[in-house]
């Protein structure tokens, strides 16, 4: 059941509108990064957190990991360009073995009673990830003009944690890199090395915080959690 995960976090918020990054903003007195962190600190399964951040924030982020005792951050390491290149650069950081999750920081309400299932079924399987059926319906469109509308019930809205063997995950990294391929998950670049990738249902308030109206339902869930 051990695992490492892999945080990353070097990204901009560009489209939270905070002029800084979202991660640095609080929510319920803390912000969103630690609220993230906390969940594998307080997992006893996790072996190590291996944290992509802006090289420009490392002193803020040194000081909130010690002053919130998160110590299970092993390292920080510095983000890419896309984070696509922030998690291929903690890569190389990580014990070469064993289960790898990845998890976006921008992902605070993660069920810790997923964690086990998902990490079963990267053992059992190789990879596996969380999502969550689509709910909404989904058309294709050419410009505004709608050409079709897909089935939804085989669709899935995909969050993180996404758990694979590190073997696997590097495989598809490397191979992504090689190929200039990005995609916007891991699950993406492994499926282009032909491995089979199990679905485990998550939760909805799984919700990763993008744009300002996100604040307010992060809001909510805390709120209920509280009840
Ligand atoms: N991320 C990263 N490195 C990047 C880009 C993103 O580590 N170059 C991280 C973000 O910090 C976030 C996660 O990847 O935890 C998911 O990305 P997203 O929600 O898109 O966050 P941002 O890229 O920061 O936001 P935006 O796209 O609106 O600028
Ligand atoms: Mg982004």
Request: aromatic residues 6%; negative net charge; glycine residues 6%.
């Given at each position: 059941?051990?695992?490492?995960?892999?945080?990353?976090?070097?990204?901009?918020?560009?489209?939270?509108?905070?002029?800084?990054?979202?991660?640095?903003?609080?929510?319920?007195?803390?912000?969103?990064?630690?609220?993230?962190?906390?969940?594998?600190?307080?997992?006893?399964?996790?072996?190590?957190?291996?944290?992509?951040?802006?090289?420009?924030?490392?002193?803020?982020?040194?000081?909130?990991?010690?002053?919130?005792?998160?110590?299970?951050?092993?390292?920080?390491?510095?983000?890419?360009?896309?984070?696509?290149?922030?998690?291929?650069?903690?890569?190389?950081?990580?014990?070469?073995?064993?289960?790898?999750?990845?998890?976006?920081?921008?992902?605070?309400?993660?069920?810790?009673?997923l964690?086990?299932?998902?990490?079963?079924a990267?053992?059992?399987?190789?990879?596996?990830?969380?999502?969550?059926?689509?709910k909404?319906?989904?058309?294709?469109?050419?410009?505004?003009?709608?050409?079709?509308?897909?089935?939804?019930?085989?669709?899935?809205?995909?969050?993180?944690?996404?758990?694979?063997?590190?073997?696997?995950?590097?495989?598809?990294?490397?191979?992504?890199?090689?190929?200039?391929?990005?995609?916007?998950?891991?699950?993406?670049?492994?499926?282009?090395?032909?491995?089979?990738?199990?679905?485990?249902?998550?939760?909805?308030?799984?919700?990763?915080?993008?744009?300002?109206?996100?604040?307010?339902?992060?809001?909510?869930?805390?709120?209920?959690?509280?009840?």
């Open positions: 059941m051990a695992y490492q995960v892999i945080i990353p976090a070097a990204g901009q918020g560009k489209r939270m509108e905070a002029g800084k990054n979202k991660l640095l903003l609080e929510i319920n007195d803390l912000p969103i990064l630690i609220h993230t962190l906390n969940v594998f600190q307080n997992d006893e399964a996790c072996n190590g957190i291996f944290l992509a951040i802006n090289p420009q924030e490392e002193q803020e982020l040194r000081e909130m990991i010690e002053s919130n005792q998160l110590t299970k951050v092993i390292a920080l390491v510095p983000g890419g360009k896309e984070r696509q290149y922030s998690i291929y650069n903690a890569l190389k950081h990580i014990e070469k073995e064993g289960i790898i999750l990845v998890h976006d920081a921008a992902r605070p309400f993660i069920d810790k009673g964690l086990h299932p998902l990490i079963k990267a053992e059992k399987e190789g990879a596996a990830i969380l999502a969550v059926p689509v909404d319906t989904i058309k294709k469109a050419s410009g505004t003009i709608v050409t079709e509308t897909v089935e939804r019930s085989s669709l899935w809205a995909v969050q993180t944690p996404q758990a694979f063997r590190f073997s696997i995950l590097i495989e598809a990294y490397n191979k992504a890199e090689e190929d200039g391929f990005l995609g916007t998950d891991d699950a993406s670049l492994v499926e282009r090395i032909d491995q089979e990738i199990v679905i485990v249902q998550g939760n909805y308030d799984n919700i990763k915080l993008t744009t300002p109206e996100d604040l307010y339902f992060a809001e909510a869930i805390i709120k209920k959690r509280k009840d």
